[in-house]
C-alpha cells in the first residue's frame, strides 16, 4: 500500500480533459515537500513529467500541468491524445521515511 | 546529455545476494545537490525507492530495506554499485538506476536508466 494515494484508473475521449488525484499526509505533501509526476508508457522507463508541484521539464507540451493544495497534488491533462495513455505516478519526500515516496500509480486510458 | 546503464544479473536464487551497478556519464557525482540510486518495480505494481547516493557521500536507503542493502559510488570511474544480500522472489522486478537532484529535501528525478530485470528464483 503506498504512501501517497492515487486512484487505479481513469478515461476520458480524445481532445477532453482529465486530473489524477495524489493524496498524501502531514508527513510529505501535508508538511509542505514538492511533489513531481512521471508518465510511464508500457515496457519503458518512468519521464519526468511535472518538477516541483507546477513545473514542465523542457519537451513536455503546456496541456499538462500540474498544482498541490493542502496535503494533496493533481495533475491536468488537457486535449487528450492517445499519446497519453499510460501511467502516471506522484512522487515526494516523506519525513517518517526519510526519503522519495511514490503513488501507486494512475493507468489512463484515452477512449 | 545524461544517460545511465544498468548491468548485473537477470537470475539470482533466493537468499544469494544481488549486485546491480550503474554506469553513467553526461554528469559528475561530485556537482552539488546530485544523487544517483535505484527505484525498482515489481511486475505490474508501482515504484519503490530503494536507496540513493549524494554528491556529499550522504546514503539514504528504504527502512524496510536497510539491513539488506548498500550503495557505493566510484565517482573516478563514474559507477554507482548496489548490493542486496539474501534475495528472495519478493525482490523480483525491473531496477531502475536514476539521476536525481534535490530540492528542499525533494528528489527529483530528471533521468532513468533503461532497467535491469531481475528475477528471484530457485
Known amino acids: 500500500q503506498s504512501v501517497l494515494t492515487q486512484p487505479p484508473s481513469v478515461s476520458g475521449a480524445p481532445g477532453q480533459r482529465v486530473t489524477i488525484s495524489c493524496s498524501g499526509s502531514s508527513s510529505n505533501i501535508g508538511a509542505d515537500y514538492d511533489v513531481n509526476w512521471y508518465q510511464q508508457l508500457p515496457g519503458t522507463a518512468p519521464r519526468l513529467l511535472i518538477y516541483i508541484n507546477t513545473n514542465r521539464p523542457s519537451g513536455v507540451p503546456d496541456r499538462i500541468s500540474g498544482s498541490k493544495s493542502g496535503t494533496s497534488a493533481s495533475l491536468a491533462i488537457s486535449g487528450l491524445q492517445a499519446e497519453d495513455e499510460a501511467v502516471y505516478y506522484c512522487?515526494?519526500?516523506?519525513?517518517?521515511?526519510?526519503?522519495?515516496?511514490f503513488g501507486g500509480g494512475t493507468q489512463l486510458t484515452v477512449l | 546529455q545524461i544517460t545511465l546503464q544498468e548491468s548485473g544479473p537477470t537470475l539470482v536464487k533466493p537468499t544469494q545476494t544481488l549486485t546491480l551497478t550503474c554506469s553513467f556519464s553526461g554528469f559528475s557525482l561530485t556537482s552539488s545537490g546530485v544523487g544517483v540510486g535505484w527505484i525498482r518495480q515489481a511486475p505490474g505494481k508501482a515504484l519503490e525507492w530503494l536507496a540513493f547516493i549524494y554528491w556529499d557521500d550522504d546514503m539514504r536507503y528504504r527502512p524496510s530495506l536497510r539491513s539488506r542493502v548498500t550503495i557505493v559510488k566510484d565517482s573516478s570511474k563514474d559507477r554507482v554499485v548496489l548490493t542486496m544480500t539474501n534475495v528472495d522472489p519478493g525482490d523480483t522486478g525491473t531496477y531502475f538506476c536514476?539521476?536525481?537532484?534535490?530540492?528542499?529535501?525533494?528528489?527529483?528525478?530528471?533521468?532513468w536508466g533503461q532497467g535491469s530485470l531481475v528475477t528471484v528464483s530457485s
Open positions: 512522487q515526494s519526500y516523506d519525513i517518517n521515511l526519510s526519503g522519495a515516496i
Open positions: 536514476v539521476y536525481s537532484h534535490e530540492v528542499d529535501y525533494t528528489d527529483i528525478f530528471d533521468s
